[in-house]
């Protein structure tokens, strides 16, 4: 005959509380980083969910384009650039009033580079590329843009 031991004492049970409010989390607009434009990332911030490669090749695997292209850009960090189409160049473009040489002045865009109000159109670009392009001007690197209608 063999001998079993048993064990006998008091077990505790705690339920675990998971409500599915509580896991719940969407965002349409929200707080942005300063630096990036880039959606934070914490929900005690109002942040955004990250979408990384995986997400995103899902996404492009199932033809759903229209809406990778809405969620990554439009809704995350959409910014707008004016490119001058005669030199190509993004940082030349002002806005605001300017007397120039030949005495009028101009009112909204004008490229001082080639010195024209002409041919200066509007591009949406991800904000992360306006910022490299910002960055790489500071360091004497300019950056040049063929525009086409497409």
């Known amino acids: ?3 079993l ?5 008091q077990t505790f049970y705690q339920r675990l509380v998971h409500m599915a409010e509580d896991k719940l989390k969407f965002r349409s607009t929200g707080p942005v980083h300063p630096l990036t434009g880039q959606p934070v990332f914490d929900r005690k911030h109002f942040g955004g969910v990250r979408f990384g490669e995986m997400e995103r090749d899902c996404l492009i695997a199932h033809g759903a384009s229209a809406n990778l292209h809405e969620k990554l850009f439009t809704l995350s960090n959409l910014s707008q650039m004016h490119i001058c189409q005669k030199c190509k160049n993004i940082e030349n473009v002002i806005q605001r009033a300017l007397s120039i040489p030949t005495g009028r002045k101009i009112r909204g865009l004008y490229c001082r580079f080639c010195k024209s109000s002409d041919d200066i159109v509007k591009v949406n670009a991800p904000y992360g590329a306006k910022l ?6 500071c360091m004497k690197i300019s950056l040049k843009f063929d525009t086409c209608l497409c």
């Open 1 to 3: 005959m063999e001998l």
């Open 5 to 9: 031991l048993i064990l006998v004492g």
């Open 132 to 137: 490299l392009c910002q960055e790489l001007f």
